[in-house]
């Protein structure tokens, strides 16, 4: 799985994505807000784990995440 941080531009904020390795979206969400969409997705017990990585990550890097 990979994450990647996006810069929001103007009025639209900060997002991260969630990505598996064929890179297909899984989740997309706000760096604010991350709470519905890693529970959706099944990984809402490692969020606190996988929003400490976004906060060190710069943007527009990709990350890979070993879960």
Same mark, same amino acid.
């Given at each position: ?19 598996? !390795? =064929? ?10 807000? @991350?709470?519905?969409?890693?529970? +959706?997705?099944? #990984?809402? !017990? =490692? ?10 990550? @710069?943007?527009?890097?990709?990350? +890979?995440?070993? #879960?």
């Amino acid at each position: 799985m990979y994450i990647i941080k996006v810069k929001g531009v103007a009025r639209i904020p900060d997002y991260v994505q969630l990505r598996d !390795d =064929k890179f297909t979206l899984l989740a997309y969400f706000r760096v604010d807000r @991350p709470d519905k969409s890693l529970d +959706k997705i099944g #990984l809402g !017990d =490692k969020s606190e784990y996988i929003m400490n990585l976004v906060k060190e990550l @710069p943007f527009g890097k990709i990350l +890979k995440l070993e #879960l």
